[in-house]
């Protein structure tokens, strides 16, 4: 986990790009001009998981707006991913651009060696990249992994000081092995929590559930939740939906949440998870909406497309709106993360991008 934090920091303080000038990292053209006509391919994971079908969609839906053709190339594995990459280079028929969401981050560096040979730009989404990889790709577009599990334990302070609970000992619910994004966001939350509790909360168990959605923290739920009860009073699931699995297994267990122990997921997704923040039994969340990434990732694309040039460093975008294609990305481009405390006022009156957390938070 230390090496994982080290990378973030290197990460967000160490760019790496094949030439710079002037503040600019060119990767293509001086005087570029936006294709009239072309291919969007993105490789990504099953859309079954409603995070990532809404990432495509939004991908879709600004590459339809460009007059540009789209498809999806699903993977379970890195491996598989990998060879579907593969079998798209050796067609010859190159694309204006990939939109890659990697099944492993640290793992998909051939694949972008390959693209990269190729001279097809790729944009990464989802995984923030190694710094090793940071000159394989033109931008990455999403989530701030990192941030997003420091406010997932700042709900989680704040809730507490609202139910009068002092903090103890607590579990971790994760997503897959080697989901970068995922050790980024456990960071984040260590790291925050580490600072307001120096000595008196520790992370007793952090478990891999094999998955993201809510059966897979119900699952692990039932195992590590029954296994450690009486020496634990916090839960965080990696998501809301896992958060939301091990609140079933802690209430079968005869725990009542929001009182003997307090879960924090902090990325809303469903009708389902929104209901249990309002009623104060996951102790808030934040706006991480996959169409906002979706739509991050591929402004960036459009925009590198248009002008050839990528500014060195990092954007905190705006939730007010999109970044313009007619100005050159940033290496990295962080969505909006806005928090919300669980009132009804908090999902009507945040908007990102002109949508509201109640449509954001709800992409089943």
Known sequence: MEMNRKRYAVTRMKLMATTIMGGLLFAGTLHAELPKSGAIIMFGQSRENPYFGQNAVAVQDIAKKQGWTFSYVEASSQEQQDSAIQQMLSTGDKPIGVVLNPVSGAAAIASEMALKDAGIPVVI????????????????????????????????????????????????????AGHTAAQQRVAGFEDEMKKAFPSSSQVLANVNSGGYL???????????????????????????????????????????????????????????????????????????????????????????????????????????????????????????????????????????????????????
């Open 125 to 176: 989404l989802n995984q923030v990249p190694a710094p090793g990889q940071a000159d394989l790709f033109v931008a990455y577009g999403g989530v701030n992994d990192y941030l997003s599990g420091q406010n997932a334990a700042q709900l989680l302070i704040a809730g507490a000081k609202k139910a009068r609970v002092e903090l103890g000992n607590g579990l971790i619910v994760n997503t897959v």
């Open 214 to 364: 809510e059966n897979e923290g119900y699952n692990i739920g039932s195992q590590i939740i029954p296994a450690n009860k009486g020496k634990f009073n916090w839960v965080y699931g990696v998501n809301d939906a896992l958060a939301y699995g091990a609140l079933r297994a802690a209430k079968e267990s005869g725990i009542q949440p929001g009182k003997d122990v307090l879960f924090v997921g902090g990325t809303c997704m469903n009708s389902t998870t929104n209901a249990a923040v309002k009623k104060g039994e996951l102790v808030g969340t934040s706006v991480q909406a996959p169409y906002i990434e979706g739509a991050a990732a591929m402004y960036a694309l459009v925009a590198y497309l248009n002008t050839g040039k990528v500014i060195d460093g990092e954007q905190n975008l705006s939730p007010d709106t999109p970044m313009s294609i007619d100005t050159p990305p940033h290496k990295w481009n962080y969505m909006p993360n806005s928090m919300l405390d669980g009132s009804e006022k908090s999902y009507t009156d945040t908007v990102i991008w002109g949508k509201t957390a109640q449509e954001l938070c709800n992409y089943n």
